[in-house]
């Protein structure tokens, strides 16, 4: 097999000079045995420049202009002596052709598609304080039902969501709404304060939710432990879940935990 030689001469002066690569397998190349290793010398003159020569076995094309390249970006290296070895050559190379890239992941906005699947249901806490609509103002309140209250509950349509971009065995996002009505549990905050639950209307059809839109705050990650209980997360603000205070007739709110208040809760679908 014929060995092959590439040469290049690194001026000093570019003005002066133009740098080009040779291709030579001629005779009066200095000879070497086929069967060693890739080899790689360089000689300096402080007057000529780098010259560079690399042998090795067939190669292809792509290789070659590889090494044209890396040449190309060394042609302006001024050496500190007149002589020097192997481990000099790769600390040029190190330091003069291998360029560093950073590679930032560009995070896609999460989008969360509307299923096919709704669950109706009433939703208790585990001390089975239901949640009922208040009728002074837009709120829940956790009351315990006494027999023949039953019809005080609301009832929800738990809409449930799915994302693309979900690991699996992930929370599964959903909407809380009032069932015949537009009225939405929404975790939302104002004026700088800390996120509270209210009662939105929405009139949209809400196929597709996607991150930090204006029905972002409707989303709500649940998540089903144990037997039957569930926690629901704010998709919008993390660490914030849908809570009840341990005292009866108190409002519906959400909080960080760990809390005082209760953030487990048991769905009933009569």
């Known amino acids: 097999m014929a060995c092959e030689r590439y040469e290049k001469t690194l001026a000093s002066d570019d003005a002066s000079e133009t740098d080009s690569a040779i291709y030579s397998d001629s005779a009066d190349s200095d000879e070497m045995d086929c069967s060693d290793l890739p080899a790689m010398s360089c000689r300096c003159n402080m007057h000529e420049g780098i010259k560079l020569e690399m ?10 202009v590889n090494i044209i390249i890396a040449l190309e970006r060394m042609k302006n290296i001024k050496p500190k002596s007149s002589e020097f070895g192997e481990e000099e050559v790769l600390n040029i190379i190190m330091e003069n052709v291998i360029q560093a890239r950073r590679v930032t992941a560009a995070e896609a906005t999460p989008s969360y598609y509307k299923t096919s699947k709704t669950l109706q249901c009433s939703i208790c806490d585990q001390f089975k304080k239901f949640l009922v ?73 809400l196929n ?63």
């Open 133 to 205: 609509k208040s009728s002074g103002s837009p709120r829940l309140l956790g009351v315990t039902l006494r027999d023949g209250n039953s019809d005080s509950k609301v009832r929800f349509n738990l809409s449930m969501y799915a994302s693309p971009s979900a690991t699996p065995n992930a929370s599964q996002p959903v909407c809380l709404a009032i069932s015949k009505s537009n009225l939405y549990l929404a975790c939302t905050e104002s004026d700088g304060s800390s996120p509270h639950l209210v009662l939105e209307e929405v009139t949209e059809t």
């Open 55 to 64: 042998w090795r076995h067939s190669t292809s094309m792509k290789q070659v």
């Open 208 to 270: 597709t939710i996607k991150a930090g839109d204006q029905h972002a705050n409707l989303l709500f990650f649940r998540k089903e432990t144990g037997v039957a209980n569930n926690t629901f997360e704010s998709v919008k603000y993390p660490g914030w879940f849908i809570s009840t205070a341990f005292k009866d007739m108190e409002q519906v709110e959400v909080c960080q935990v760990p809390s005082s208040r209760i953030t487990d809760f048991t769905l009933e679908n009569k």
